[in-house]
């Protein structure tokens, strides 16, 4: 912790911590000062999965179309801010799932549109799987149209997962707090119901 004094010089600053602030000002956290060379690396081609191989809690990046918009409405939050939601079907040539959409991803939620779903998540809401972009994911058009029909007998969002702790030894004496934290939360299918409530 620094106690600025105009009428100070530099040298006065504890060197332990960084030598003098002249110091650090110099040779602050500069790359090509300290010798390393800064080079880009080349991007990783996304791999793009289908709804068929999607599994419970997991993150995809995917293509979908939009069959049905099944609820568009705005309510209020806690704090009286009004959000906006809404809820998508959509699918691929393999198969369809619930897509949930909020704010100002609603904007998107338009019957036969192609949406490019980057990091999406294929989330667990009340037993069901429900596909959410986070801030971490992206939402945006398609403007390729790699199939024209969607699949609708293979509902992802019909199959009940019901949640199983497993647990994993791990090999040496640990705390109670780490022992907690070695049981692994899975999913698994249940059954599949013929007219899912909308969630």
Same mark, same amino acid.
């Given at each position: 912790?620094?106690?600025?004094?105009d009428?100070?010089t530099?040298e006065?600053? $504890?060197?332990?911590?960084?030598g003098?602030?002249?110091c650090?000002?110099e040779?602050g956290?500069?790359?090509?000062?300290?010798?390393?060379?800064?080079?880009?690396?080349?991007?990783?081609?996304?791999?793009?999965?289908?709804?068929?191989?999607?599994?419970?809690?997991?993150?995809?990046?995917?293509i979908?179309?939009?069959?049905?918009?099944?609820?568009l409405?705005e309510?209020?939050?806690?704090?009286?801010v009004?959000?906006?939601m809404?809820?998508?079907?959509?699918?691929?040539?393999?198969?369809?799932?619930?897509?949930?959409?909020?704010?100002?991803?609603?904007?998107f939620?338009?019957?036969?549109?192609?949406?490019?779903l980057?990091?999406?998540?294929?989330r667990?809401?009340k037993?069901?799987?429900?596909?959410?972009?986070?801030?971490?994911?992206?939402?945006?058009?398609?403007?390729?149209?790699k199939? $024209?029909?969607?699949n609708?007998?293979?509902?992802?969002?019909?199959?009940?997962?019901?949640?199983v702790?497993?647990?994993?030894?791990?090999p040496f004496s640990?705390?109670?707090?780490?022992?907690?934290?070695?049981?692994?939360?899975?999913?698994?299918a249940?059954?599949?119901?013929?007219?899912?409530?909308?969630?």
């Open positions: 912790v620094f106690f600025f004094n009428t100070a530099t006065i600053y $504890t060197r332990s911590l960084v003098s602030v002249r650090v000002q040779t956290i500069n790359a090509e000062y300290m010798g390393y060379k800064m080079e880009s690396r080349p991007l990783r081609k996304a791999i793009f999965e289908k709804i068929k191989d999607f599994e419970p809690q997991r993150h995809y990046n995917t979908v179309k939009i069959v049905k918009v099944e609820s409405v309510i209020k939050r806690v704090d009286s009004p959000m906006k809404a809820i998508c079907l959509v699918g691929d040539e393999t198969g369809c799932a619930k897509l949930f959409l909020k704010e100002a991803q609603t904007a939620a338009k019957e036969g549109e192609y949406l490019v980057r990091n999406v998540q294929a667990i809401v037993e069901r799987i429900r596909l959410e972009v986070s801030i971490w994911g992206k939402i945006e058009k398609s403007a390729e149209k199939f $024209t029909e969607v609708p007998k293979n509902n992802i969002s019909e199959t009940e997962y019901e949640a702790h497993e647990h994993q030894p791990l640990i705390t109670p707090y780490i022992l907690s934290s070695s049981y692994k939360l899975s999913y698994f249940k059954q599949t119901i013929s007219s899912p409530s909308l969630h």
